[in-house]
């Protein structure tokens, strides 16, 4: 329970890169940003998270409809999903269809707001020592996932929804030690702050309107 009647309330939507796989609760972004905003005044609360290593956009909508107690309306979404749809090497269109769907359930757990919702977009695996081990084509993922992040971004600017941009930074830093968790493949706490700095913008705006 909050103990500040005013505190807002944030529900966090995706899969290993919301929960955190590798990393402390402490350390996962959504947790790093809330941080982040209560100490701007912010009276955020803690996000309850719907998230799972491996979830594909799909498998997230199924456990939004199982969640107990039921997700009910929150002041603050945001969500990050898709990357195991193009592992699992589902294609783009498949991808923007339940992309959509997912997102209008975000909204609708908004309130109905399209202004308190938050979108990152995917970060490129392929820069990993888990996928060279796995002799995946580096410049394939990129592609694929770009044309993801593209189909997402448009559904988003159609929908008025704020869409941030982390791919840029883990393309940049994200084959790095100290950028990585042990597994090889997610992001270490390091990374996941840099992806909080970038959301942090966007969440203050968006939680700054009445």
């Given amino acids: 329970?909050?103990?500040?009647?005013?505190?807002?309330?944030?529900?966090?939507?995706g899969d290993s890169y919301?929960?955190?796989?590798?990393v402390a609760p402490g350390e996962r972004w959504p947790v790093r940003l809330t941080l982040a905003l209560r100490e701007e005044g912010v009276p955020l609360e803690f996000p309850r998270t719907i998230a799972a290593t491996g979830w594909t956009t799909d498998e997230l909508m199924t456990a939004m409809d199982l969640a107990q107690p039921p997700l009910g309306e929150y002041d603050f979404v945001s969500l990050?999903?898709?990357?195991?749809?193009?592992?699992?090497?589902?294609?783009?269109?498949?991808y923007a269809g339940e992309f959509g769907e997912v997102l209008e359930r975000a909204v609708r757990h908004a309130r109905g707001r399209a202004d308190r919702v938050l979108v990152l977009s995917i970060p490129d695996w392929?820069?990993?020592p888990f996928a060279a081990g796995q002799g995946r084509?580096?410049?394939k993922v990129a592609r694929e996932l770009d044309a993801y992040n593209a189909?997402?971004?448009a559904t988003c600017?159609?929908?008025?929804?704020?869409?941030?941009?982390?791919?840029?930074?883990?393309?940049?830093?994200?084959?790095?030690?100290?950028m990585l968790a042990d597994d090889g493949l997610h992001p270490s706490a390091a990374m996941y702050a840099?992806?909080?700095a970038l959301a942090l913008p966007a969440a203050r705006q968006l939680l700054a309107k009445d």
Avoid: H, K
């Fill in 194 to 196: 840099e992806w909080a």
């Fill in 126 to 128: 392929g820069v990993t």
């Fill in 80 to 94: 990050l999903i898709g990357v195991n749809n193009q592992y699992r090497d589902r294609s783009c269109a498949d």
């Fill in 157 to 178: 600017e159609a929908r008025g929804v704020a869409f941030v941009d982390i791919t840029d930074i883990n393309r940049q830093r994200g084959g790095e030690v100290a």
């Fill in 18 to 22: 919301t929960i955190g796989e590798g």
């Fill in 137 to 139: 084509d580096p410049a």
């Fill in 1 to 13: 329970m909050a103990t500040d009647p005013n505190a807002l309330t944030y529900l966090a939507l």
């Fill in 151 to 153: 189909c997402a971004r």
